[in-house]
């Protein structure tokens, strides 16, 4: 069998499913394809749909007679339910009919989706971040209205990515309109997976209307450029270390999970979790290959350093308990986490200095575990005991997790969890 190359065998279950070797060349782990993956049990898939239900049933007890979620000023968190409810095959359901409504009332004219805060001064409003969110829940909600709302929202982000000539270049941060050239990988990565979500939608316009796209070689550009990897990324910052390049950073210019200075003195960015799965889902929707040395890096670094304990470890080792500060978006993670392991095609990964793992397993036990239970309903929710990026609101917390749980189960990528990729021979 050829190690050097990775080749889908099949597709079960709406999954890709492979199984990786352990042979080394050159420092990058090539990936060795087996037909032996193990499935979910049936115990456990019977119980992750068990709480996806009782999470979805909780999340429709806390809708607004208005149809939104949570905090009205921010589309986005209506939008996160009503895409967990249409992934739920639940898009014809009244509250999900209520959400819609809502969403279409907070779309402008520029084809932006959100509210400005209700503050002195107003401003803000994160409109990029709204934007994308909000037009993919539309997109999958099959609402015949919501489509042209769809089609200009892809205008408008196609308008906002930062393509100056700077180190943000092809990339997307909160609001394009903010005076300051600025991008991060976050916001990037959302908008690159709403584009490749909702393009469909172009097939919808008029003939003659141009289409809206990104510039998908700007964003390739500044995907590397927040790669933790001195052999793709010049920048000095960039890691040098075996041990912890491949991964990603939070933007050209700054980490969230510390530094270390080498034996030249020179300040390393260490990688973030997060970032690093945002990442590898940013190359997919940009087209790059699966064998491209920087998806193979990223794989790499997530091999290396799994875990589900830390969003951004600022340090690691055995028996080590993640702190407070580490915790921080954990449940963002474990979103992108399982969108990006998806996409990638792969369920099992044979580490050289330790046992097999299934992320769809682990991912799920995990979700499994911290799921809480409303006594007065049985229902369930999720919430981070560290608040830190809105993750001490329940329904934020609660739909990150529901997502993740479907796309673990193996959902139906027509229904936007990510894009399969091809086999090999059919890119």
């Keep these: 069998m050829n190690v050097n190359r990775v080749a889908i065998i099949g597709f079960v279950g709406c999954t ?10 050159g420092g990058v782990v090539r990936l060795e394809v087996r037909s032996d993956a193990p499935m979910l049990s049936e115990s456990l898939r019977r119980e992750a749909q068990a709480a996806v239900d009782r999470g979805l049933q909780w999340l429709l007890g806390h809708q607004s007679p208005t149809g939104s979620w949570s905090n009205a000023q921010y589309p986005a968190l209506t939008a996160l339910p ?15 009919k209520r959400a819609v409504d809502f969403l279409l009332s907070c779309a402008h004219d520029n084809g932006a989706i959100y509210r400005a805060p209700d503050r002195p001064g107003g401003g803000g409003g994160l409109p990029n971040y709204n934007t994308a969110i909000s037009m993919v829940a539309l997109h999958l909600s099959g609402d015949s209205r919501a489509v042209p709302v769809v089609l200009k929202a892809r205008r408008y982000l196609a308008r906002t990515q930062h393509l100056g000539g700077d180190v943000y270049y092809g990339g997307m941060g909160y609001d394009a309109d903010s005076g300051r050239p600025y991008a991060d990988l976050s916001n990037s ?15 919808l316009r008029r003939d003659g209307e141009p289409r809206a796209d990104l510039n998908w070689e700007a964003a390739r550009a500044f995907i590397q450029r927040t790669q933790n990897d001195a ?17 990603f950073v939070y933007h050209p210019e700054q980490t969230r999970a510390g530094i270390t200075t ?10 973030m979790r997060g970032m690093t799965y945002a990442g590898l889902l940013s190359y997919i929707y940009a087209d790059v290959d699966r ?18 304990d830390a969003n951004n470890p600022r340090a690691e080792g055995p028996g080590k308990a993640a702190t407070e500060d580490e915790r921080e978006g954990l449940f963002y993670m474990y ?4 969108k990006g392991l998806a996409a990638y095609g792969q369920d099992v990964f044979r580490p050289p200095d330790r046992p097999p793992f299934n992320w769809r397993v682990e991912l ?17 929710y999720w919430v981070n005991d560290v608040g830190r990026y809105w993750e001490s609101d329940p329904v934020l917390v609660t739909s990150y997790a529901v997502i993740a749980l479907q796309v673990a189960l193996g959902a139906d990528p027509a229904t936007g969890a990510w894009r399969p990729l091809p086999a090999e021979g059919a890119r």
Aim: net charge neutral.
């Design 82 to 96: 009503l895409w967990a409810l249409a992934k739920a095959g639940r898009a014809d359901t009244p509250a999900a």
């Design 262 to 271: 080498n034996a030249a003195g020179v300040v390393k960015f260490r990688s």
């Design 364 to 380: 799920i036990q995990r979700l499994l575990s911290l799921q809480k239970i409303e006594p007065t309903t049985g229902y369930g």
């Design 16 to 25: 890709w499913s492979l199984v990786a070797g352990a042979a080394e060349t």
């Design 189 to 203: 990565y959302i908008a690159y997976e709403a584009m490749r979500l909702t393009e469909s939608a172009e097939d």
């Design 231 to 247: 052999r793709f990324n010049p920048a000095p910052w960039a890691s040098d270390d075996p041990n912890d390049r491949g991964g």
């Design 291 to 308: 064998t491209d040395p920087r998806v193979e890096a990223t794989v790499n670094w997530i091999v290396r350093h799994w875990s589900l």
């Design 335 to 338: 979103n992108v986490m399982a």
